[in-house]
C-alpha cells in the first residue's frame, strides 16, 4: 500500500520541485507559490492526519482481519437466541423422554424405596439446571459505570473510550466491557462475567451431573433398547407395538445425547473448576501465562494476586461465608450477590492468604 502510495505520490513531488526551482529562479509568479504553499499544507495536514503513535503490524493485521472479526462477532450474536432455543429444546426432550418412556418401564420393575431416590434425586437436579441456566442467561453480567471518577481504573478501553476496572475486559460481541470477564457463552446468549459467573459455573456443574446420572441410569434400558431394534430387520418381524417401537429410540437418543453431552460439558466444567481453584478466569488464564513466562526469564515468579489458596477461592467464588452456605447457597437454588462490586477486589475478611499490592490485568 506504502509502495503504491509513494508511487503516485513521486513523480508529483518531482513535478512540483522542478517547478519550484524554476520558479523561484525566474521570481516565481504568486500564482505558483500559492500552489507550492498548498501542496505543503495538504502535505502535513495528510501526515497529521495518518500519524499514530500506536500503528504497527499488529494494527496493520488487525485491520485487515477487521470484516472477518465483524463477520463471526455478528454470527454469534444472532446465533445465541437458536443456541438457547436449543439447549431449552434438548433439555425439555430428555425429561419428556424421562417422565414418557422411562418412567413407565421402571414403575415395573423398581422397589418403593430406589423409585423415591430417583424421584427425588433426579428433581433436585433438575430444578438447580433449570434455575441456574435462567439466571445465567438473564443476569447481566456487570458493567463499569461510565462517567465517574472515583473508581478504580487500571487502563483505557480502546473501544469504548472508558477507563477499565482491574480484572475488566472488552466483548467485541456485547460491544461493551463486562466486569470480571470470563468469555462470551453463545449457549447463554450472554456474557459471563462478575454476576453470573457462579450461575454459568453451577448451571454446567448441575448439567454434567444430570447427564451423567441419565446416561448411567439408563444403560441397562438402552442396550436393550438398542438390542430390540436391531431385530427390527428379521423376517419374522418382531412383534413390537409403535409405542414400543418409539420407545427403543426415544431411549437410544436419550442415551447417546447424555453421554455425549456428559463428555463434552464434563470437561469444560473441569476446566473451569481448575480455573476458579487458581483464582483465574479464562481470559486472564492467558494473561498469567504470559506474564509468568516474561517474568520467569527475568529470574522472578509471578505471583497471581486474585489466588487466595484453592479452598478460599471456591469459597469466594460461591459466596459461602459459614459452613451452613454449603447447603443454602450451594446445593438448592440461591440467589445471593457474589462478594463485591467488580471493581475493587478487596476479599473477604476471613481470607487469609492475601496479597496487597493488586496487578493490573
Ligand atoms: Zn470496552
Ligand atoms: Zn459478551
Known amino acids: 500500500m506504502r509502495g503504491q502510495r509513494s508511487l503516485l505520490l513521486g513523480p508529483a513531488r518531482l513535478c512540483l520541485r522542478l517547478l519550484l ?45 477487521e470484516p472477518v472479526y465483524w463477520l463471526v462477532d ?5 446465533f445465541g437466541v437458536v443456541f438457547v432455543v436449543l439447549v431449552i429444546v434438548l433439555t425439555g426432550s430428555i425429561v419428556a423422554i424421562a417422565y414418557l418412556c422411562v418412567l413407565p418401564l421402571i414403575l415395573r420393575t423398581y422397589s418403593v424405596p430406589r423409585l423415591c431416590w430417583h424421584f427425588v434425586y433426579s428433581h433436585w437436579n433438575l430444578v438447580l439446571i433449570v434455575f441456574h441456566y435462567y439466571q445465567a442467561i438473564t443476569t447481566p453480567p456487570g458493567y463499569p459505570p461510565q462517567g465517574r471518577n472515583d473508581i478504580a481504573t487500571v487502563s483505557i478501553c480502546k473501544k469504548c473510550i472508558y477507563p477499565k476496572p482491574a480484572r475488566t475486559h472488552h466483548c467485541s460481541i456485547c460491544n461493551r466491557c463486562v466486569l470480571k470477564m470470563d468469555h462470551h457463552c453463545p449457549w447463554l446468549n450472554n456474557c459471563v462475567g462478575h454476576y453470573n459467573h457462579r450461575y454459568f459455573f453451577s448451571f454446567c ?3 454434567t451431573l444430570g447427564c451423567v446420572y441419565c446416561s448411567y441410569g439408563s444403560w441397562d434400558l438402552f442396550r436393550e433398547a438398542y438390542a430390540a431394534i436391531e431385530t427390527y430387520h428379521q423376517t419374522p418381524p418382531p412383534p413390537f407395538s409403535f409405542r414400543e417401537r418409539v420407545t427403543h429410540k426415544c431411549l437410544v437418543y436419550l442415551w447417546f445425547l447424555c453421554s455425549s453431552v456428559a463428555l463434552a460439558l464434563g470437561a469444560l466444567t473441569v476446566w473451569h ?21 516474561r517474568l520467569q526469564a527475568k529470574g522472578r515468579v509471578f505471583r497471581n494476586p486474585y489466588n487466595y489458596g484453592c479452598l478460599d477461592n471456591w469459597k469466594v467464588f460461591l459466596g459461602v461465608d459459614t459452613g451452613r452456605h454449603w447447603l443454602t ?7 445471593h450477590l457474589p462478594h463485591g462490586n467488580g471493581m475493587s477486589w478487596e476479599p473477604p475478611p476471613w481470607v487469609t492468604a492475601h496479597s496487597a499490592s493488586v496487578m493490573a490485568v
Open 21 to 65: 526551482l524554476l520558479g523561484y529562479r525566474r521570481r516565481c509568479p504568486p500564482l505558483l507559490r500559492g500552489l507550492v504553499q498548498r501542496w505543503r499544507y495538504g502535505q502535513v495536514c495528510l501526515r497529521s492526519l495518518l500519524y499514530n503513535s500506536f500503528g504497527g503490524s499488529d494494527t496493520a493485521v488487525d485491520a485487515a482481519f
Open 74 to 78: 455478528n454470527v454469534i450474536r444472532w
Open 205 to 207: 456443574f448441575f448439567m
Open 273 to 293: 473448576a481448575v480455573l476458579i481453584s487458581r483464582g483465574e478466569t479464562s481470559i486472564e488464564r492467558h494473561i498469567n501465562k504470559k506474564e509468568r513466562r
Open 329 to 335: 447457597r450451594v446445593l438448592l437454588p440461591s440467589s
